[in-house]
C-alpha cells in the first residue's frame, strides 16, 4: 500500500517544491521500493528523472548482492569468534568454525547460469548477426527464456503448502478469540 500511494505522491511532490529532474529522479529511484513503481513514479516528472530514477534502482539493487555477500561474511566471523570466547569462558568445546563453503551452500546456483547464457549469447549473436542462424537463435532463446520462467514457476508452487497458511491463520483466530 505504501508503494503504491507513493509512486504518485513522490512525483507530485517533487513536482510541488521544484526539484530538478535529476535530483527528483535519484530521489526516487532511491526511495521506492519497487522498479516498476520508480519508473511509473518518475516517468510523471520527465524522461530524464526517469532515466536517471532506473540508474540509481539499477545501483541499489545491483549493490544489494554484495552488500549481503558482505553481511553473510561478517555474521559467520562474529559467530566463529562468539563461539571461541564461549569455549574459553566455560570451557565447553563447540565446533562453529569459519567455512567458505558456507557461501556455496546458500548461494542461488541458477545465478552462475544466468551468467553463462548472458556470456555467451552475448559473445555468440554478434558473431552470428545478419545470418539464418543469428535470426533464428534469438527468437528461440526467447522462446526457451519464456519455458523456463514458467517451469521456475510452476516449481515454485509445486513446493508450497497451501494449507500452512491456512493452519496458521486458524491457530491464531483462536489465540485472538481466546
Given at each position: ?18 526539484m ?50 558482505a ?31 558456507f ?47 514458467a ?17 496458521l491463520s486458524?491457530?491464531?483466530w ?5
Open positions: 500500500l505504501f508503494t503504491a500511494v507513493f509512486t504518485f505522491v513522490q512525483a507530485y511532490l517533487a513536482i510541488f517544491f521544484g530538478d529532474d535529476r535530483v527528483a529522479g535519484a530521489w526516487i529511484g532511491s526511495s521506492v521500493d519497487q522498479t516498476g513503481n520508480v519508473v511509473a513514479s518518475a516517468a510523471i516528472i520527465s524522461e530524464e528523472a526517469t532515466e536517471v530514477a532506473g540508474i540509481v534502482k539499477i545501483v541499489l539493487n545491483s549493490g544489494l548482492g554484495i552488500l549481503v555477500t553481511i553473510a561474511f561478517w555474521w559467520q566471523t562474529r559467530q566463529t569468534t562468539q563461539t571461541e570466547t564461549d569455549e574459553e569462558n566455560t570451557g565447553t568445546n563447540t565446533t562453529n568454525k569459519f567455512s567458505m563453503l557461501l556455496w551452500d546458500s548461494f542461488p546456483k541458477f545465478v552462475l547460469g544466468y551468467i553463462a547464457c548472458s556470456t555467451i549469447l552475448t559473445i555468440v549473436l554478434p558473431l552470428l548477426e545478419e545470418s539464418p542462424e543469428g535470426e533464428a537463435l534469438q527468437p528461440a532463446v526467447l522462446s526457451l527464456n519464456k519455458w523456463w520462467f517451469i521456475g514457476f510452476v516449481g515454485i508452487g509445486a513446493s508450497t503448502n497451501i494449507l500452512q497458511p491456512a493452519v486458524l491457530n491464531k483462536w489465540f485472538a478469540i481466546g
